[in-house]
């Protein structure tokens, strides 16, 4: 096995430490952008990142309402800092027949990662937890593989692998 | 004005609301989301919300909020297992449950946050 450059071990640890198999949500059940985002903050009031889910999806839509988090290519990234959040986390989750995010191409989303944390300010980890996201689905055939995988274990490879890459 | 414990989500929202406007105006932060692809234009949309959440927090609360939290960041945090977040100091095992409508607002007596019993 070939040792990764420093760089890409950093990068990998960043999304190593916050996936993790109760957030993952391997097919929406919503289809609309607002009860989508109602979805995800349910599942994070699930995995105990939030008591307060309601609060968490009204940041998130609020968020949404500056301009989209569907940067295009089928991926969205809602965000949001919340003294609410417990942690920092990404949560994973898939929609198969996507969902109209009004993502920048226009096109529907398939592949969600809400990342949310605690409002410690300035917070660098967070926004390099952002960029390690955006980063690790910037190739199609990861994008592909992500949609196809058929449990957490191989979603969290596949991202852990091409975020170091 | 609504009971207290609603004017309470409605003040922590609006912490939350605090800090994204300030995301909003940070020029390292639009520099940062927009090379990731991230849109943020509608600002002003921020600041509806934040009148929005002010008209249903009584005046002398939404005053203390606006002095204090010049001083002291996250002014309003939450209680876990009888342990303020913003200081990590238990709480004394007089401090009650859930605010009641009519009470006064529950601070730390040690860092002197405003908390938020979930
Ligand atoms: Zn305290």
Known sequence: MTSPSLAASRNASSLESLLRPT????????KKKASVLDELA????????????????????????????????????????STLIAERAVL???SAKGIDFDAT???????????????????????????????????SRTRQRLLEASDFDTVREILIHAAAE | MPPLNEQLDALVTLQDIDLMIRESRDPEMAIHEGRLGFA???????????????????????RTYERMSRRI?????????????????SLPTSSSGRNTPGTSIETCENCGRILYRI
């Open chain 1, 42 to 81: 349910a599942a994070l009031a699930a995995a105990g990142l939030t008591r307060s889910p309601e609060i968490v999806a009204e940041l998130l839509r609020e968020r949404e309402g500056l301009g989209s988090t569907g940067v295009g290519k089928g991926i969205a990234v809602p965000h949001a800092r």
């Open chain 1, 23 to 30: 957030l993952f949500v391997s097919e929406l059940r919503s």
């Open chain 1, 105 to 139: 191409d226009g096109k529907p989303v398939h592949l969600l990662f809400a990342v949310v944390a605690p409002p410690v300010e300035p917070d660098p980890i967070y926004l390099k937890v952002l960029a390690d996201v955006v980063r690790a689905v910037r190739l």
């Open chain 2, 73 to 89: 960041p996250r002014l309003v945090v939450p209680v876990e297992g009888r342990v303020c977040q913003g200081c990590r100091m």
């Open chain 1, 92 to 94: 994973v989750a898939r």
């Open chain 2, 40 to 62: 943020r234009e509608n600002v002003q949309r921020l600041e509806q919300t934040r009148e929005r959440l002010a008209s249903r927090i009584d005046g002398p609360l939404l």
